[in-house]
């Protein structure tokens, strides 16, 4: 998902999307341990947290990430 937001910002036609659905897929993938995962139900991964964190940035609802949990994961 993180390459296909940075593409639709990098070319100004992120205003468009549906970005309520990029954040409910975001969501469902928070885990418990302050991660996130590649979808809801799978463990969390360093590389998925990043790019979670990376779309979140970009789409600016920065406000949805649990700073403590993540530094702690």
């Given at each position: 998902?993180?390459?296909?937001?940075?593409?639709?910002?990098?070319?100004?036609?992120?205003?468009?999307?549906?970005?309520?659905?990029?954040?409910?897929?975001?969501?469902?993938?928070?885990?418990?341990?302050?991660?996130?995962?590649?979808?809801?139900?799978?463990?969390?991964?360093?590389?998925?947290?990043?790019?979670?964190?990376?779309?979140?940035?970009?789409?600016d609802?920065?406000?949805?990430?649990?700073?403590d949990?993540v530094?702690k994961?």
């Open positions: 998902m993180y390459w296909c937001v940075s593409a639709l910002d990098i070319c100004n036609s992120l205003g468009g999307q549906d970005l309520k659905r990029v954040v409910e897929i975001i969501e469902g993938a928070k885990n418990e341990d302050g991660g996130y995962a590649c979808a809801a139900g799978n463990d969390s991964h360093l590389l998925q947290t990043l790019c979670a964190i990376q779309v979140l940035k970009i789409i609802r920065m406000d949805l990430i649990d700073v949990s530094v994961y």
